[in-house]
């Protein structure tokens, strides 16, 4: 494969402080769990300058959009066509600059459960668009999610063009209800009663899994079961048990988890079960660990110093879902390596009107810090037992897409639900329409900032300027993830393919929007690695013959180069 060069270097110096926009619309911002945040924000900004970097605009003439109706079993179809939209109007330059091949950016967090825990399911959700396997340590045992991980490593290695990374969820400390000998049915305006003595449920009274639970309410509290589908009122308390009188009737059944609006447990937030799944977790190298109920840094730093201690490489995603969490916001993002917006137990502990709000900021604060975010629960809640969507769940994934959300999540729709496969295709089909109209994405000012102005960051920056205005894909090749994570951060209109030689680094690089994580062994002839990737790109169909891409060579760990020396280049693809 022969290439044609044309080598641009940039140099910049740029500090850049907290997103200013971003405090100025949390200030105006009358909700509780913004204020909160703001709060936060304002402490955590203090003496830090803000400079304003350039936004390169992609320019095209409009193009009016077409609609197409689509059910899943029409998704090759609408793909072809969705991905002719995004490259009409990704090509900036016609006549000059080929048009790239398009792939779908937001990535895909499946939840493992019985409905697809077999050999055959994870392939077919695999194909579907699933880019990550989460495991939730709520349900099942060790041996039931350790065959999952094997089957899950089994893709990994015979499929050669596809990569799938692997998410251990904790249970954290959860409050649930005790058993009951069969379903209840509550009815408005009866009085119930939560105890913590270990007692068989009766028709009135039922247990608590949870100690100090007396403690932590008083009179007046609102209880919510099952994250609102029940509510009580706190009337009166005892030295082991809490009457209350039921708000919101409906069917309870054992061990349904309970919240206190407004208000966190005063549990740990690693428990004892939650060490031993980590534990779990190191010995089969999983990807990333995603921690229930942080309340603050200390937790995630207890935990990356126990996985160093540990020899093990497994990055860490904070699950924000408790109010406790919202004015430590800034602290507990700067800890970890990414964050789950993990609405169902948000809305419970918060104000329901606050979740959308908390959720834009907190995906506006993860992108600024350049740190992954991911959003969860109740995306498409319907199909679990529907074979199509809602209209409004169409709409929070298309939601959560256009603020930049590096990847959705199914939860109950692929762990138990009856259309596992059909949910995961609505989720690609619906994300990758919503791609298409989301043209020049803006780059946020201080992103900088949170890489402590390396070069390898202003590197990223003009890459991204430069694969936007000339329309074209971006090749890196890293062996710490660190180049392939800060481009996806700046959101580049292209593809970032990017090569490793790192196994469980491809594997990470299957969260991060815009990402294809492609294995290579790098040789040190530079030359020949470049062709090498270009011919592997041009074989799968992913880039074609006369398409150009932007080439980054910079990051931490120097490749073919000095620690001095990072460059830009534009290559021709071209048969021999």
């Avoid at 077999?118 to 060790?142: F, P, Y």
């Avoid at 409050?175 to 009866?190: A, E, F, N, W, Y």
Wanted: glycine share 8%; hydrophobic share 40%; aromatic share 6%.
């Amino acid at each position: 494969m022969a290439t044609r060069m044309i080598h641009g270097a940039f140099a910049t110096n740029s500090s850049s402080g907290f997103l200013q926009s971003q405090a100025e619309k949390l200030g105006s911002t009358a909700g509780f769990g913004s204020k909160l945040l703001f709060q936060s924000e304002k402490k955590s900004s203090r003496g830090v300058g803000h400079v304003s970097l350039p936004i390169i605009a992609m320019t095209s003439a409009r193009v009016e959009p077409e609609v197409y109706s689509a059910t899943p079993e029409d998704v090759p179809k609408v793909e072809e066509q969705y991905l002719q939209i995004i490259q009409e109007r990704g090509n900036t330059s016609v006549g000059t600059w080929s048009k790239p091949t398009v792939r779908r950016k937001t990535k895909i967090v499946c939840t493992i459960g019985p409905s697809t825990n077999t050999r055959q399911m994870i392939w077919k959700l695999a194909e579907a668009g699933m880019n990550v396997a989460r495991l939730n340590m709520s349900h099942g045992d060790h041996a039931s999610h350790q065959k999952v991980i094997d089957l899950v490593k089994e893709y990994n290695a015979q499929v050669k063009d596809n990569v799938i990374a692997i998410m251990l969820d904790t249970k954290g400390p959860e409050v649930r209800s005790g058993d009951l000998p069969q379903p209840i049915m509550l009815t408005s305006g009866q009085e119930f009663t939560f105890t913590i003595q270990r007692v068989v449920g009766t028709a009135d009274c039922v247990s608590v899994n949870y100690d100090d639970f007396v403690n932590d309410v008083e009179v007046g509290d609102m209880l919510l079961v099952d994250g609102g589908m029940m509510s009580l009122m706190v009337k009166s308390k005892t030295e082991d048990s809490v009457k209350c009188e039921v708000i919101d009737g409906g069917e309870l059944k054992s061990r349904r988890h309970l919240n206190v609006r407004g208000k966190s447990a005063t549990l740990a937030s690693i428990t004892e079960k939650d060490w031993d799944d980590i534990k779990f977790g190191v010995d089969n190298k999983v990807d990333f660990y995603a921690v229930s109920f942080v309340k603050d840094a200390a937790v995630v730093h207890e935990l990356k110093d126990y996985l160093q201690s540990a020899g093990a490489d497994i990055h860490v995603i904070v699950k924000i879902e408790s109010a406790d969490s919202i004015p430590n916001l800034h602290s507990i993002i700067t800890a970890s390596d990414g964050t789950m917006v993990a609405r169902g137990d948000l809305g419970a502990e918060l104000p329901i009107e606050e979740v959308p709000i908390l959720q834009e900021e907190i995906i506006r604060l993860c992108r600024s810090m350049g740190k992954a975010v991911i959003v969860a629960t109740n995306m498409l809640e319907s199909m679990i037992v529907h074979p199509t969507p809602t209209r409004a769940e169409v709409s929070d994934i298309a939601i959560a897409v256009r603020e930049g959300a590096d990847a959705v999540m199914l939860s109950g729709e692929t762990a138990n639900g009856k259309y596992p496969l059909k949910a995961v295709k609505v989720m690609h089909t619906v994300s990758l329409r919503t791609e298409a109209t989301m043209v020049g994405t803006q780059t946020l000012p201080n992103l900088g900032q949170a890489f402590k102005n390396h070069m390898s960051d202003m590197f990223a920056y003009h890459a991204t300027m430069m694969s936007n205005t000339l329309g074209t894909s971006t090749v890196v090749f890293t062996r710490t993830g660190f180049m392939g994570i800060l481009l996806s951060h700046y959101r580049p209109s292209g593809t970032i393919f990017a090569f490793t030689n790192e196994k469980r680094i491809q594997q990470r690089l299957a969260l991060y929007q815009g990402v294809c994580p492609i294995y290579l062994e790098l040789s040190d002839n530079a030359e020949e690695t470049f062709s090498k990737a270009l011919a592997l790109l041009q074989k799968n169909g992913m880039v074609k013959e006369g398409e150009h891409v932007a080439l980054v060579q910079s990051g931490r760990q120097p490749i073919w180069r000095s620690q001095s020396t990072h460059n830009i280049q534009v290559r021709k693809v071209c048969d021999k």
